[in-house]
């Protein structure tokens, strides 16, 4: 796989200008074993081209939203690192914790309620511009979230009580292209989604 193209290696750094900012390495100098030791995230992406089961998930939700998804993975260390500085997405998003545990900041919309794929955030919202309703959540394995395009977010494995002091918080984030439905139309879409294939499971 290609660095930067297939896959990156994240974290997140105070920029000269005051703002956090996340920086991705440019040139692969060590393993990344020893950089995941060291407090890094990595990010594997368009997962649901390379694992049958991420595509037929993924193709199974764009059958369903009529919209196409796509899926990234991301590995952090316990205690690692924050990978992301706060941003939004432009695209919809279903988050999965598969394994650990990640503490998300969920914060209000900036600088637009629900941008379109062409809109991309180029600069972190300066600090004195910091969204003043933010919530925090912890996702443990088996959790997921949706976080609509536009919503300011950023997660972070530092300072959780983790049962097992080693694992890693891998997470799924299964991206939706912009769509027109609303925060609640979407919820319903995945709560109909998610009781629809445990039914069938269960023919």
Known sequence: ????????????????????????????????????????????????????????????????????????????????????????????AFVIQLSGAKRWTICESWPLDAPLMSFQMTKPPPRDKLPHQCETLLLRAGDSLFIPRGVLHQASTVDINHTTNDERSVHLTLGVESGTATLIEWIHYWIDFVTLQTQQKTI
């Open 1 to 92: 796989m290609e660095l930067n193209v297939d896959y990156k290696i994240v974290t997140r750094v105070l920029g000269n200008d005051g703002r956090f900012w996340s920086a991705a390495v440019p040139v692969l100098e060590r393993s990344v074993e020893q950089y995941l030791s060291d407090g890094f995230t990595l990010v594997v992406n368009r997962v649901n081209e390379r694992s049958r089961r991420v595509f037929n998930l993924c193709q199974s939700l764009t059958a369903f939203f009529g919209l196409y998804v796509s899926a990234n993975l991301y590995v952090t260390p316990t205690n690692g690192k924050q990978g992301f500085a706060l941003h939004h997405d432009p695209q919809d």
